[in-house]
C-alpha cells in the first residue's frame, strides 16, 4: 500500500488547514503522525475502518478533527485553531489488519507510511 500525503502549508495562529492521505488500497487503521524539529515523532490521530472509531493526542483534542472516505481510501485531518506548537511535518501513516486499542497510538504499529507533508503556524 502506497501513501500520498498533502494539504501542509504556512498558516497564521488560529487558521485552519485540511491535511489529505490517499491509500492505494484499503487498510484496517489510518492515522497521522507528527514530527517537529528536534523533538520524537509523535501520535496525533487515527481512525478504524470498521467499526468507524477515532482516538486523538490530548493536545490536539477539540481541534483536529479526523475522517475517512472508504470509497476513495482517503483520510484527512481537519485543522482548526492551529497554534505555533503544532508546526511539524504530518506523517501519514496506516496498518492492514486489526490492533487492540492500546497499539493503536504506536508508531511501530502501523505497515504503511507516507512522505510527510510540512505544516508551519507561524505570524
Known amino acids: 500500500v502506497q501513501l500520498q500525503a498533502s494539504g501542509g502549508g504556512l498558516v497564521q495562529p488560529g487558521d485552519s488547514l485540511r491535511l489529505s492521505c490517499a491509500a492505494s488500497?484499503?487498510?484496517?487503521?489510518m492515522g497521522w503522525f507528527r514530527q517537529a524539529p528536534g523533538k520524537e515523532r509523535e501520535f496525533v490521530s487515527t481512525i478504524t475502518l470498521t467499526p468507524r472509531v477515532t482516538y486523538y493526542a490530548d493536545s490536539v483534542k477539540g481541534r483536529f478533527t479526523i475522517s475517512r472516505d472508504s470509497a476513495s481510501n482517503t483520510v484527512y485531518l481537519q485543522m482548526n485553531s492551529l497554534k505555533p506548537e503544532d508546526t511539524a511535518t504530518y506523517y501519514c501513516?496506516?496498518?492492514?489488519?486489526?490492533?487492540?486499542?492500546?497499539?493503536?497510538?504506536?508508531?511501530?504499529?502501523?505497515?504503511?507510511w507516507g512522505q510527510g507533508t510540512l505544516v508551519t503556524v507561524s505570524s
Open positions: 501513516a496506516a496498518r492492514s489488519g486489526r490492533i487492540i486499542t492500546s497499539m493503536m497510538r504506536r508508531a511501530e504499529s502501523y505497515d504503511y
Open positions: 488500497g484499503r487498510t484496517y487503521l
